[in-house]
């Protein structure tokens, strides 16, 4: 299972300025081979590799190998858009391999190239991080954030056996409630949606007001917002995996494929609250701390989970009065409607094998 562990280097200033200027010679490299790749209507990182490569060691004093990451990172811009000039920001990441980086792990240094030479830099993690790069294999990307520096390390962590488990904890994503569990516990959403609200309030003035410093302000805010709701889904995905590990249990979800689409919304504000919250993030979060606890996580085919009784089985529109409210026409069930949904949720997931695939998450940089 590969997961992404991240590093702050703690350079000296003149490790920084180095770090700087190998960051910024990089990223004027792509810049130049886009433009030439553009031109000449090549795109493949071979190809380019053929048509650039001395020329880009020598015009930006760049090593061999950080040349080919220059490189490789223009072929990666094409493979996406081939349609427009792909530009690279001045401080955009560089990827590293195990040639111009090395780890010393019990000294907490990293060995890393700049433009002036094989430069040893401490950095600071945590214990759990700090478990992960044990496993460290591949790429390592260098990031340079808000004046800070980072490594973001792909690591390959082994997979624990999945626990063996006699029943399922269904689990329903919703919007009034983040998640509700099949034991009958909810996580609200409604200091998500204060948080949205006091969000969009200040957007909008900020929008109105229109200056540069209010754009830059702008910024800062929406990445405040993922933040927080990245915090929340980590937070509550904990739980939930916790409780199924303790438990012994499996964790049965809905297949999330098209959730926007399927789902009614009606009114702006009910949209505004659907369209800002992360399904996926909250479902991969689950899915990939199930996956490192060695507990089992079902998918299921949610058509009609909503409608269809608990209690009989009986299947109709009529049967979900409202958002919150679920009550059978046929035999009289009441229930909070998320949780008749969960329940039909456990028990479609404990009649099947797992099938869940496990995205890979990234930190932002």
């Known amino acids: 299972m590969k997961l992404i562990a991240q590093v702050k280097l703690t350079p000296i200033a003149a490790q920084a300025d180095a770090l700087l200027r190998t960051l910024e010679a990089a990223n004027a490299a792509c810049d130049a081979v886009s433009e030439l790749a553009w031109n000449t209507r090549t795109f493949k990182k071979f190809d380019l590799q053929k048509l650039c490569y001395l020329s ?9 190998q950080l040349a080919i990451r220059v490189i490789a990172k223009v072929g990666d811009a094409y493979k996406l858009d081939t349609t427009t000039v792909r530009t690279f920001r001045r401080h955009g990441s560089i ?3 195990d040639r111009i980086l090395s780890w010393a792990l019990p000294g907490h240094k990293v060995s890393i190239w700049t433009l002036d030479g094989r430069l040893s830099i401490p950095f600071l993690t945590g214990e759990r991080q ?7 294999h591949g ?14 390390a792909t690591c390959d962590i082994p997979e624990p056996t999945e626990q063996e488990v006699d029943d399922v904890l269904g689990v329903d994503l919703g919007i009034v409630n983040l998640a509700t569990d099949s034991d009958g516990e909810s996580y609200t959403g409604k200091d998500v949606e204060r948080k949205r609200q006091w969000y969009a309030g200040r957007k909008k003035a900020l929008q109105a007001v ?3 410093s209010a754009k830059r302000r702008l910024r800062q805010l929406s990445g405040r917002q993922r933040r927080y709701q990245k915090d929340v889904n980590h937070g509550i995905s904990k739980n939930l995996v ?3 590990e303790r438990t012994k249990r499996a964790i049965g979800l809905e297949e999330l494929t098209h959730i926007r689409q399927r789902a009614r919304v009606t009114g702006p504000t009910q949209r505004a609250r ?9 479902r991969a979060c689950i899915a990939y701390k199930a996956k490192m606890a060695g507990v089992t996580v079902r998918v299921i085919d949610p058509a009609y989970t909503s409608q269809t009784c608990h209690a009989c089985g009986h299947r109709a529109r009529a049967n979900r009065r409202s958002q919150a409210e679920f009550c059978c026409v046929k035999c009289g ?3 909070p409607a998320d949780y008749n949904a969960v329940r039909n949720i456990r028990e479609r997931a404990a009649v099947i094998q797992p099938m869940v695939s496990i995205p890979t998450l990234r930190r932002s940089g």
Request: glycine share 8%.
């Open 210 to 212: 229109g200056t540069k």
């Open 130 to 136: 700090l478990a992960f790069l044990a496993y460290q």
């Open 56 to 64: 880009i060691r020598e015009t930006y004093g760049l090593s061999s």
């Open 139 to 152: 790429e390592s990307d260098l990031v340079y954030r808000k004046g800070e520096w980072y490594l973001l």
């Open 274 to 282: 659907h369209s800002n919250w992360g399904f996926a993030q909250l």
């Open 333 to 335: 069930h009441r229930a």
């Open 242 to 244: 916790a409780k199924a």
């Open 95 to 97: 990827a590293y391999d």
